[in-house]
Nanobody
Framework: QVQLVESGGGLVQAGGSLRLSCAAS????????MGWYRQAPGKQRELVAT???????NYADSVRGRFTISRDNAKNTVYLQMNSLKPEDTAVYYC??????????????WGQGTQVTVSS
């Protein structure tokens, strides 16, 4: 089994910054794509950013230029640096990872979510 644990959420004023972290642990052989998604109240969960094992990244149009995704493969950790935050960025942010475990089985895992609130 694999666990994803997020940290770094909180309350920040518009224009401020936050950095989210997500550490994967468990029976990991290799982590493929890692990503961040978010879900605001009354809305569907949406993609924020993804990053491959080769550090190729992809962003939602709404965050491109303001957010940066990165990963530390040695630590099985993915980060999301969020700058110039806007009230519309308020949501629960979820970490996601596609993992090959030591039995060569691939599964997608989700973290428990971390709340980000941006005040105007």
């Amino acid at each position: 089994q694999v666990q994803l644990v997020e940290s770094g959420g909180g309350l920040v004023q518009a224009g401020g910054s936050l950095r989210l972290s997500c550490a994967a642990s468990g029976r990991i052989f290799r982590i493929n794509v890692m990503g961040w998604y978010r879900q605001a109240p009354g809305k569907q969960r949406e993609l924020v950013a993804t990053i491959t094992g080769e550090n190729n990244s992809n962003y939602a149009d709404s965050v491109r230029g303001r957010f940066t995704i990165s990963r530390d493969n040695a630590k099985n950790t993915v980060y999301l640096q969020m700058n110039s935050l806007k009230p519309e960025d308020t949501a629960v942010y979820y970490c996601n990872a596609n993992v090959w475990d030591i039995a060569a089985i691939s599964n997608t895992y989700w973290g428990q979510g971390t709340q980000v609130t941006v005040s105007s």
